[in-house]
């Protein structure tokens, strides 16, 4: 890997490492305001709205400036949301700016990629990039969780400095300042990200034109063999793996009675198993193996449900490092098939904004169903029930699905055959 590919990780890790502090730091800041429990999801509901809303047009602005560029100017869209936050804007508000910044980011950060390096290095840059992303979303949600922790919180708010009257005065306030950091961090990382010299035709600016290309692509790459099978799964697994946060955290309250600080802990230990499956993928899976990860999702809906057995915290640690470990391993290769895919197919920006559209769309539907559970205040365990038995579902489904794929291109194949 070339020096450009560290600069983009760490660019990443720091922004990732803050995205994932702050939304900890904005659910302590809800129970502050002592908001009602079905709030605490719609935070990640509303990070994730303009993934959905803005994908038509991402693509677009990530394929019309160097990707380095747009990874800096969407870097300081999120800085700006940690910043109303600091000045008392609601909770929802500021986060979802934040997810603004984040949405416009994806795509430069994973077209980058294709940009930089042959295909063949593809799986293990994802390896890389993914296992990256998730220790950032450990080590985020620890800090997170150590930054509204009564004694560290005390402990940063005793930092004096002679003369300047800092005006931070309350934990919420000085974690912000310590995520704040982190996200400027990554801006300096940006500005190291090298000029690929990938040049696309002019870019679209009519809105119309845009969603009609973006409909387009949308269309392309559900019909094509491989490119469906591999959107189904990650579309399923972004959708499960945003639920699955909050699911371990109400999970950690009411089964394990552990308090918020301690359970995004819980959270950090199934991105333990995520990074462990990711390095494994990288490492044992070829590109064109890549299909054969996919019974590994039902497993996974299975081990799931096991949670709801677990009492004893050794326990749930080992469970949640399957869990964790079981997603990472499939959805590494499924995400690197589907970027060449879309790159075989279209351009890298436009394949992964249909991406994060489906995934975000996935994530959006699903917290909302989740949101209303609690409203209902359904037991904790039944809703992991479901959830387990949704995940396998799905994806027995996805791989029967493949299977007549297979089947339909066999008998092609014969025809053509046949015909000779």
Not at 56 to 61: H, I, L, M, P, Q
Not at 155 to 162: A, G, H, K, N, V
Not at 302 to 319: E, K, P, R
Not at 335 to 355: F, K, P, T
Request: glycine share 8%.
């Amino acid at each position: 890997m070339n020096r450009g590919f560290y600069s983009i990780m760490a660019a990443q890790f720091f922004s990732s490492l803050a995205d994932n502090a702050l939304l900890i730091t904005a659910i302590a800041l809800l129970a502050s305001l002592e908001s009602p429990a079905w709030m605490t999801p719609l935070l990640k509901l509303f990070f994730v709205l303009s993934y959905v809303l803005l994908a038509a047009f991402v693509g677009a602005f990530a394929d019309s400036l160097p990707k380095g560029k747009v990874m800096l100017i969407t870097n300081m869209i999120k800085i700006f949301g940690c910043l109303l936050m600091f000045f008392n804007v609601h909770p929802l508000l500021s986060y979802a700016i934040v997810g603004f910044g984040a949405a416009a980011y994806s795509p430069a950060k994973y077209g980058i990629l294709t940009e930089l390096l042959p295909p063949h290095k593809l799986v293990a840059a994802n390896g890389w990039i993914e296992g990256l992303t998730v220790a950032s979303i450990i080590l985020g949600t620890v800090m997170g969780g150590a930054l509204v922790n009564d004694y560290i919180a005390s402990l940063l708010l005793s930092f004096d400095f002679p003369v300047v009257e800092t005006g931070i005065d309350t934990s919420i306030e000085a974690a912000l300042v310590v995520i704040g950091s982190a996200y400027l961090l990554a801006a300096l990382f940006n500005l190291k990200i090298p000029e690929t010299g990938a040049h696309y035709p002019h870019q679209e600016r009519n809105p119309i034109k845009l969603v009609a290309d973006f409909a387009g692509c949308f269309t392309t790459l559900w019909k094509d063999k491989l490119g469906q099978i591999s959107l189904a799964v990650t579309t399923l697994f972004w959708g499960a793996g945003a639920t699955l946060q909050f699911i371990v955290l109400r999970w950690a309250e009411k089964s394990l009675h552990m308090p918020l600080d301690k359970a995004a802990i819980l959270q950090g230990v199934v991105a333990i198993g995520v990074a462990l499956g990711a390095v494994a993928a990288a490492r044992f899976v070829p590109l064109k193996k890549s299909l054969s990860v996919m019974p590994l999702g039902i497993v996974m809906g299975f081990v799931v449900i096991a949670m709801t057995l677990v009492t004893n915290l050794w326990i749930a640690y080992i469970l949640l490092i399957i869990i964790g470990a079981l997603s990472g391993y499939f959805v590494v290769p499924m995400n690197a098939l589907l970027q060449h895919r879309g790159y075989v197919l279209m351009s890298a920006g436009h394949s992964i904004a249909v991406q994060n559209f489906n995934e975000n769309l996935s994530v959006l539907t699903m917290l909302v169903l989740y949101a209303l559970m609690v409203i209902l205040n359904m037991n904790v365990n039944l809703i992991i029930i479901l959830f387990g038995l949704f995940v396998s579902g799905t994806m027995y489904f996805v791989m029967r699905k493949h299977a007549a794929n297979q089947r339909e291109f066999d008998s092609i194949g014969t025809i053509g055959e046949h015909k000779h």
